[in-house]
Structure formats: structure tokens, C-alpha cells
């Protein structure tokens, strides 16, 4: 990776919430260094509460860390950044009064995007994601996965360079997320966005990403870095090969002693499934 290849480039980031010596106290992240490619699509996956959001959330300049920085391009991030940076939550925050495209609109909107432009925007990136045939339903008429696409499509219309992504299908059944990451690979493919994109799945992980980013127990820092050396767009083929699998079991490897490690700080039992998805 070159310089002129980074997009976004994180040094030394820890954050804690509160202050040490209160009983409240927690240390997050600890020292946490990357640098992201211009294109890639990045998974971060690690036990929960081990920080994978609060470092999305500092990377899109809605939280700032306790100590060290990240820079988008030449900008040291201080805020957001919304001409550089989009967001896709797991809650897709659609207004249920508007219609979708009206909700895909309403950020162009804030952006003072002329109405028209706004319009054509709105329709292209719906379109991309399966809901030209939608855009004038109300968000309740639709289903969850839908939902998603329109919140997707809210974000893409706003033609930013990055998209951050936190846990956008954890709420939806397993077809669904494998339909919807099957498009997002077809989407970064035709886009060439870079996409930060945080899930508690392996499965999803080694489908999405170009590489993954193995997070250790709270305070938590990088562990490891995964190589995914499969093309865009990924077809549903992949899940079934010898690579998809030793991949997986790789880092199903690295994340168990850390899942185990943060349970029993908390002092809970971890199921199966905390290890396993």
C-alpha cells in the first residue's frame, strides 16, 4: 500500500469513557494503528465492546479519541466530515412519515443539493439497490432487508468517498444478509469506495471484505489483519470453497481465547454462537 493509496490512515488511537479511578471507567481502545486503502473494504470483527464502533465512530469524526489521530486523505479528522464520509447503522433511521425516496433525499437536502439534482440522485441509487419499484412506499410497507437497501441508498446518494458501515445487517435473517452482501460486493465493485465495515459474523467477514481486522478483548487493539484474496464482485460460490473455509476457521481461531477472555471479564459464560458465527 502507497502513501498516495491511503485513504484513511488511524495512528495510535486509544479513547476511554470517563475518567481513570472512576468506578465507571473504560478503557476502550488502546494504541491502535491502520491504514486503510483507497477501495477496500475492511471488516472489523472482535468480541463485543472491544471497541470496533467507537473506533467507526472516531473514524467518522463523531466521537474523538483520548489520544492519537486519524486522517482522511490530508485532514486530520476533528468532526464530521460529511462531503468525505457516509454512515449505514444497523438501525436504518428512516423516517416512517416520508416515503423512500423522500427519505433518500432529505440528506442531499441538508447538503443544499438542488431538487432536482436531489431527485436524480435519489432514483439512481435507489435503483442500484433493487427499489425503483419502491420509492414511493412508505418505510413501514416494506421489509427489514428493504429497509436496509433504502438506507444504503440514502447513503450512496450522497456521493462521498467513504462509507462506514455498523453491523448494517446484523438485525436481519441469514438470507437476507446474504442476499444484501452479495449487492454490497457488487456495488463496492462498480463504486470503488472505501468501506469500513463492522460485524460480529466470520461468514459475513470473509464474504465482504478485502481484508479483516482482528480486534482483541477490551482495551481493545488490532490483533491481526486478514488478507482476503478473492475479486469483487464475490459470487455466492465462494462460500462453498476450501478458501472461504480455511479463512474463516483462521479467524474463528484468532477470536476464540479473545471472546472467551472478554466473557469472562464480564463475567459471563459465552455461548456457542458468541464464538461460532
Not at 107 to 124: H, T
Not at 139 to 160: D, E, V
Request: hydrophobic share 45%; glycine share 8%.
Amino acid at each position: 500500500m502507497t502513501a498516495n493509496n491511503i485513504a484513511v490512515k488511524i495512528r495510535n488511537v486509544s479513547h476511554q469513557f470517563g475518567e481513570k479511578g472512576d468506578r465507571h471507567h473504560v478503557q476502550a481502545l488502546q494504541q491502535t494503528s491502520l491504514d486503510i486503502a483507497r477501495g477496500e473494504l475492511l471488516c472489523l470483527i472482535g468480541p463485543s465492546g472491544c471497541g470496533k464502533s467507537t473506533l467507526l465512530n472516531i473514524i467518522g469524526g463523531l466521537v474523538k479519541p483520548t489520544s492519537g489521530t486519524v486522517e482522511i486523505g490530508n485532514t486530520v479528522v476533528d468532526g464530521p466530515l460529511p462531503q468525505e464520509i457516509a454512515f449505514v447503522f444497523q438501525e436504518n433511521a428512516l423516517f416512517p412519515w416520508n416515503t423512500v425516496l423522500e427519505n433518500v433525499m432529505l440528506g442531499l437536502m441538508f447538503q443544499g443539493v438542488p431538487r432536482a439534482e436531489r431527485m436524480a440522485r435519489a432514483q439512481k441509487s435507489l435503483a442500484a439497490v433493487g427499489l425503483a419499484d419502491f420509492m414511493h412506499h412508505y418505510p413501514g410497507q416494506l421489509s427489514g432487508g428493504m429497509r436496509q437497501r433504502a438506507a444504503l441508498a440514502r447513503a450512496l446518494s450522497l456521493q462521498t468517498n467513504i462509507l462506514l458501515m455498523d453491523e448494517p445487517f446484523g438485525a436481519l435473517d441469514e438470507q437476507t444478509r446474504m442476499i444484501l452482501g452479495e449487492d454490497l460486493s457488487v456495488l463496492l465493485a462498480r463504486s470503488g469506495k472505501t468501506i469500513v465495515f463492522v460485524t460480529h459474523s466470520l461468514g459475513e467477514a470473509v464474504f465482504l471484505a478485502d481484508r479483516v481486522a482482528v480486534f482483541s478483548a477490551r482495551p481493545g487493539t488490532i490483533k491481526d489483519v486478514i488478507a482476503v484474496d478473492e475479486p469483487h464482485p464475490r459470487k455466492p460460490e465462494f462460500v462453498t470453497t476450501d478458501k472461504f473455509t480455511t479463512l474463516r476457521n483462521k479467524l474463528y481461531t484468532l477470536l476464540h481465547d479473545e471472546i472467551r477472555r472478554a466473557a469472562a471479564e464480564a463475567g459471563e459464560r459465552p455461548t456457542a454462537a458468541d464464538i461460532a458465527t
